[in-house]
């Protein structure tokens, strides 16, 4: 525990168990397309992770002031299950953004810009 730094920063443990690949095999995506905020979307969409073994990372309304308004969310499955997952909750999975800080290589940047 000696290499811990917290309040500084994150210690070592943390950063290794963040990089660590699930045990299940399973990968994060996105889902920002295909879901509202309605009774039926939602349950639909809960319903499928809570019974499929798929992990909610996070979910955010677009403005919860409207009713059906776009939801984005974050979901660890198989990738496997991603066809099930969209033709069953209506939702697109898309790949989580990659950032580079560090990077400056032109092989390192997404149309031009620095990544």
Known sequence: MSDCKWPEGTCACYALNASKPDPAGRVWMHCEEGLSMSKASMARFVMHCLTNNIEIGQIHPFNYHYPR?????????????FATFESKTGGKLIE??????????PADTIEGRAT
Do not use: G, H, K
């Open 69 to 81: 308004c776009r939801v984005s969310a974050t979901v660890r499955l198989l990738p496997e299950q």
């Open 96 to 105: 989580p953004p990659r950032i580079s800080l560090n990077s400056s290589s």
